[in-house]
């Protein structure tokens, strides 16, 4: 199923950061720092099952309930 990566990014863009902007700008500045390249991932992407686990790992290094 395509797209579930950015699917993911999203998901823990917005439940990291509620309405807050500046933590929503520093939770993607982390992912991109983590080595996601969160430009790179869309709706039609192909999913690659070491990414999606990658941010399986992040979100819970970032305390963000799955």
Same mark, same amino acid.
Request: charged letters at 30%; proline letters at 5%.
């Given at each position: 199923?395509?797209?579930?990566?950015?699917?993911?990014?999203d998901s823990i863009?917005?439940?990291?950061?509620?309405?807050?902007?500046?933590?929503?700008?520093?939770t993607r500045t @982390?992912?991109?720092?983590?080595?996601?390249?969160?430009?790179?991932?869309?709706?039609?992407?192909?999913?690659?099952?070491?990414?999606?686990?990658?941010? @399986?790992?992040?979100?819970?290094?970032?305390?963000?309930?799955?």
């Amino acid at each position: 199923m395509a797209g579930q990566i950015k699917e993911m990014i999203d998901s823990i863009v917005a439940r990291r950061a509620g309405d807050n902007e500046i933590i929503r700008k520093t939770t993607r500045t @982390k992912l991109i720092l983590k080595g996601i390249e969160i430009g790179r991932w869309s709706e039609t992407s192909p999913d690659d099952p070491a990414v999606l686990s990658r941010l @399986k790992e992040i979100a819970i290094e970032l305390g963000v309930p799955s």
